[in-house]
């Protein structure tokens, strides 16, 4: 019998996390080397009591911050990202704070985009759902409405209208993972799609998304198959489907080979040798890409 997980819920205060945001917080945790989330904090950074305990969970969440007894510290990443994409303004970032969000087993994000298998849903379907799958999975499920709380953020944080590419920064609840393009609203129809080839996705990503399952499954090199269909790879925490995981396979090229990562073919089957790195490596040979191509 699996033994139950402990859930977190709530921290969010019911606030997605909004543009400016995390620069905001990223900039306080190198500044003063922790983040806390008090009266001072709030002030300086001119955001509302509730929205600064907001940022605090969403900093922790996106493994931008690290929990210690004095107030969150600056992690690996985002020192890099501090470095390298201070206002967040690359896709590439949003990305992988993304990828982040669905690492947190116990928690809405890491059960909707790993264990969420319905395409087309409604809020409280979905609510419905996260809630019964608590019941048997959490040590203390949650009750309906903090179910339907969570469930809410996350829907509020992701979902965009479909046609539409630029999310206005102006509007003051706009969340930027809105235009990572993961969860598509019906407004006419009022349903949810959790489409199958999200566009954009860059290839540091998808190769961060199978290294992580890759080193969960203690193995050295994942199938397509593998790639597509289990918890945590780039098929569920990143949306793709069995062409495009086929595809991002088929870009990795023989410059990659020395470091451990290569493609192969096996008694038919396409596989990736993938070695067991941390997000900020694969980020950071993203900023170097970006970074090589604007000098070209």
């Known amino acids: 019998m699996t033994a139950a997980v402990r859930f977190q819920y709530g921290g969010h205060a019911t606030f997605p996390v909004r543009y400016g945001w995390l620069s905001k917080g990223v900039d306080r945790l190198i500044g003063d080397g922790k983040f806390v989330a008090n009266l001072e904090t709030a002030d ?19 493994g931008l911050a690290l929990p210690s007894t004095s107030g969150s510290t600056p992690s690996p990443l985002a020192e890099l990202i501090y470095a390298r994409d201070p206002y967040f303004e690359l896709p590439g970032t949003w990305w992988f704070v993304h990828l982040l969000l669905t690492r947190r087993e116990g928690t809405v994000w890491g059960w909707f985009f790993n264990d969420y298998n319905d395409r087309i849903f409604d809020r409280l379907a979905c609510s419905d759902a996260f809630q019964q799958h608590a019941q048997k999975a959490a040590s ?12 809410t953020c996350l829907i509020s944080a992701y979902a965009t209208r479909p046609g539409i590419d630029v999310v206005d920064p102006d509007d003051i609840g706009a969340c930027p993972l809105r235009e990572l393009g993961l969860v598509i609203r019906h407004d006419a129809v ?20 199978a290294s992580y399952l890759a080193e969960t499954l203690g193995e050295s090199a994942l199938s397509v198959r593998q790639l597509a269909t289990l918890r945590h790879g780039p098929g569920r925490a990143l949306g793709q489907g ?47 890409r970006i970074g090589a191509e604007g000098q070209r």
């Open 44 to 62: 300086d950074l001119g955001l509302g009591s509730k929205m600064v305990e907001s940022l605090s969970f969403w900093l922790t969440a996106s």
């Open 140 to 151: 203390r499920p949650p009750s309906p409405a903090t179910a339907q709380r969570d469930v």
């Open 190 to 209: 009022n349903r949810f799609e959790k489409p199958r080839r999200p566009l954009g996705v860059p290839q540091e990503v998808f190769l961060a998304s």
């Open 242 to 288: 069995m062409e495009a995981i086929e595809n991002a396979v088929g870009r990795v090229g023989s410059k990659h080979y020395k470091s451990g990562l290569r493609a192969e073919t096996l008694n038919g089957e396409r596989r990736l040798h993938i070695p067991s790195q941390p997000p900020q490596y694969w980020l950071g040979q993203l900023y170097d």
